[in-house]
């Protein structure tokens, strides 16, 4: 009985030992109580300043996606204005684009008129010359009818004077 007992406490002893052994390496693996509260400490405050970022970014991306909103839209009504302002611009140069229509209608019946005034005077041109030679062969007859009419007015003065001296004596 006594070998048991030796034995058995002999084999107590061992696992004891083996126990305490596995207990050691636990405690060096274990954080000690003032360490670990300070570790817990830090996670706490950390865990807020999380948070506080958390929020703080949530409420910077509300305020972004409200800016956003706000661009966009400020955009769509600089969007819609410029295309009001282009459809203007647009209605403005069709309307310009018939007024040179238009214009070039009536110049091109005005340059029309001015080949048929040009042919008109090309006409006149030709007529007057006409008319001039014309005018300069009346202006000859003339001159010569003046001539013969001095001519004649020559010779009859002649003839009332050579009348006044035969009919004096012709009475007498």
């Known amino acids: 009985q006594l070998l048991e007992a030796k034995a058995s406490l002999s084999l107590a002893q061992t696992r004891h030992a083996l126990q ?38 949530h409420r910077q991306a509300e305020q972004t996606c409200r800016q956003l909103v706000r661009t966009q839209e400020e955009h769509e009504r600089l969007l819609q204005a410029a295309v009001k302002q282009a459809e203007g611009l647009e209605h403005n140069l069709r309307s310009a684009e018939a007024v040179l229509a238009e214009k070039v209608a009536q110049l091109e019946d005005v340059q029309a008129q001015l080949s ?32 013969k009419n001095q001519l004649l007015e020559e010779q009859a003065s002649a003839l009332k004077q050579l009348v006044g001296k035969i009919t004096p004596a012709s009475l007498s």
Do not use: H, W, Y
Not at 35 to 45: C, S, Y
């Open 20 to 57: 305490l052994q596995q207990a050691k390496v636990q405690m060096n693996n274990m954080v000690p109580k003032k360490q670990f509260e300070q570790l817990q400490t830090g996670l706490r405050e950390e865990q807020c300043k999380a948070q506080q970022l958390q929020e703080n970014l």
């Open 116 to 147: 048929r005034n040009k042919l008109l005077i090309e006409d006149l041109r030709e007529e007057n010359r006409g008319f001039s030679m014309a005018l300069q062969v009346a202006e000859l007859k003339q001159k010569t009818t003046e001539e």
